[in-house]
């Protein structure tokens, strides 16, 4: 079974400098609140949604869902899952994450392969422009956790460590490999 956690911190230039980066770069998992009871599909997946102003960092606004063989990646681009740059696609013994550079655009690369007890973690930026708001930055992170049902727990996912990280922060576009 795989467990997911996206966590979505949406921010403005306001709060783009040094000191509310240090504070963005220090989130990087919530407990989850779910019956273990529920899980029922091979997937569970929360997403975490949170936004900085100059007075802190708000929210978080939680939802967790199951998910079966429809959020898995078939070679065509599903955007309902994992946003629009992430994929999972089920290997003989675990899972696949793959990462794309641009939205649904780019070349689909495999950042990591976890099995049974293994974690890995995706961090990158992205920037999106609006009517009311010129510019909108996101800092997204997904924790990965390949493990049994019987694991979960609502702090599966404190893990300052993961056995597998790629962080895309360089720059707000694809920044390596």
């Not at 949170?50 to 708000?58: A, N, R, S, W």
């Not at 609502?154 to 993961?162: A, C, N, Q, S, V």
Request: proline share 3%; charged share 30%; net charge positive.
């Amino acid at each position: 079974m795989l467990f997911v956690q996206e966590i979505a911190l949406q921010y403005t230039k306001t709060v783009r400098y040094g000191n509310f980066a240090n504070a963005r770069r220090a989130v990087k998992f919530f407990p989850v609140e779910f019956d273990k009871a529920d899980i029922s599909d091979e997937i569970l997946f929360n997403k975490v949604e949170l936004y900085q102003e100059p007075d802190g960092i708000h929210g978080p606004y939680s939802k967790t869902k199951n998910l079966g063989e429809k959020a898995l990646f078939t070679g065509k681009f599903a955007t309902d899952f994992f946003g629009e740059r992430i994929f999972v696609k089920r290997t003989e013994n675990g899972y696949e994450i793959l990462y794309t550079d641009k939205k649904q655009r780019g070349w689909i690369k495999s950042k990591f392969t976890l099995t049974e007890g293994k974690s890995g973690r995706i961090v990158y930026n992205e920037r999106v422009s609006g009517w009311e708001c010129p510019w909108l930055y996101y800092l997204f992170t997904f924790n990965f956790i390949c493990a049994d049902k019987a694991d979960f727990k609502p702090k599966i996912f404190f893990r300052k460590e993961t056995d597998f990280v790629f962080n895309d922060m360089k720059e707000l576009r694809y920044s390596g490999f």
